[in-house]
């Protein structure tokens, strides 16, 4: 009888097509030769140190904006969106966050809600990993409740003028644009902001206990004005960043897995390589990594079965169907 795999313990990946294995295929290679050699030390260090030049790659990789259409990008099935992000993270949370960020919630946001020249202006920028875009919704006081947010844009003849702050902005201060949500008097809108806008600032912040290898910037908005063509023109109101929101989530789901399935291949090294004969024989006795294991394959089934079978969100997912959720 052969071993099995320990990436994929009961053999699920029968489950995937062989486009579906190849972008599995190729992102994990990646990850293996980018990332692994170094995330230890960039995690230690609370530093995505090469965040540009991983970007680029990611980008031809087709990585970025993977599950959107047109203005290059990949035109993904939500299965290889979800696969991606599943090794990413299985690689490091930061990595996926990256990814989710970038493609996910600011991508996403200008494809859904941004006129043709915003989506022509930033998108293909964004898809080859040239613009790193991040996505500014959560403030120092407001992170579940949105709806409280203090963050304001007013009219100045055509002109926004934008006064804020945000709060734990993934890619905030390496950001080539910044999709900023601020109340109107027309309700919640969002808001295209070049970095180098006068006014914009983005101090880094440090010392997080967790996505350490991953850059979190605050978002300081003091008198931003903007032209009138700064504004996403088709949404008004929160619909707009939670339907950012439920993007995220889907590739999140998927990562979770990733970093479920590392921490079950650190536990079996570990139950392995022991020097302890205590720490051998407490791993190999406890029935719970098999049950783990059993636990982790149902919730990948279950994720690809939820998106293949377009239980998702009625229509929009699916093996070739590129969007997720919405
Ligand atoms: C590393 C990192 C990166 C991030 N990146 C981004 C980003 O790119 N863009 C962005 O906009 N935001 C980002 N965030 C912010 C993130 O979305 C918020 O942290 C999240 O929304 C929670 O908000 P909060 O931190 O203010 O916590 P709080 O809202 O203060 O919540 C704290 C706790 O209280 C619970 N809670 C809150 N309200 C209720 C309630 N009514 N009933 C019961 N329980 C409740 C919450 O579940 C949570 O456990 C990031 C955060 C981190 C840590």
């Known amino acids: 009888m052969s071993r099995p795999d320990p990436r994929d ?28 050699p170094h995330i ?3 995690f230690e260090r609370g530093e995505l140190p090469q965040v540009r030049e991983l970007a680029r790659e990611l980008g ?18 939500a299965v290889q969106y979800g696969l991606a992000c599943l090794e990413l993270e299985a690689a490091d ?8 960020v970038q493609g996910s919630l600011a991508m996403y946001a200008i494809h859904r809600w941004g006129s043709e020249e915003q989506k022509q202006r930033w998108l293909p920028g964004m898809a080859a990993g040239e613009i790193i875009g991040c996505f500014g919704l959560t403030e120092p006081d407001h992170g579940s409740d949105p709806a409280s947010m203090r963050t304001r844009a007013k009219r100045e003849g055509s002109d926004w003028v934008l006064d804020g702050r945000k709060m734990w902005i993934t890619n905030g201060s390496v950001a080539g644009v910044a999709v900023v949500w ?35 910037a605050e978002l ?25 929101l439920n993007q995220a989530r889907y590739g999140i789901v998927w ?19 022991a020097s302890s004969s205590a720490a051998r024989s407490a791993a ?21 079965r939820c998106t293949w079978g377009g239980g998702w969100t009625p229509g929009r997912c699916g093996r070739n169907r590129s969007a997720t959720a919405s």
């Not at 990585?63 to 035109?75: D, K, T, V, W």
């Not at 949370?93 to 989710?100: D, I, K, Q, Y």
């Open 9 to 36: 313990p009961l053999g699920l990946d029968g489950l995937f097509d062989a486009e579906e294995l190849a972008v599995r295929d190729t992102v994990r290679a990646w990850c293996d030769d980018r990332v692994q």
């Open 40 to 42: 230890a030390d960039w």
């Open 60 to 77: 031809t990789l087709g990585a970025l904006g993977m599950h959107l259409e047109g203005y290059g990008c990949a035109g993904a099935s």
């Open 93 to 100: 949370s930061g990595l996926r966050s990256l990814v989710s």
């Open 182 to 216: 601020a109340q109107t008097d027309e309700g919640v809108r969002g808001f295209l902001v070049p970095a180098g806008t006068p006014g914009l600032s983005a101090p880094e912040i440090k010392h997080k206990a967790s996505l350490r290898a991953s850059v979190t």
């Open 220 to 244: 300081v908005l003091d008198g931003v004005r903007l032209p009138a063509d700064a504004v996403l023109p088709e949404v008004r109101g929160l619909k707009g960043p939670l339907s950012c």
């Open 255 to 273: 990562g979770a897995l990733g970093a479920a399935r590392s921490c079950l291949e650190a536990a079996r090294e570990y139950s392995i390589t």
């Open 284 to 304: 190999s006795s406890s029935p719970r990594p098999s049950w783990r294991t059993c636990r982790w394959s149902s919730t990948r089934a279950c994720c690809w």
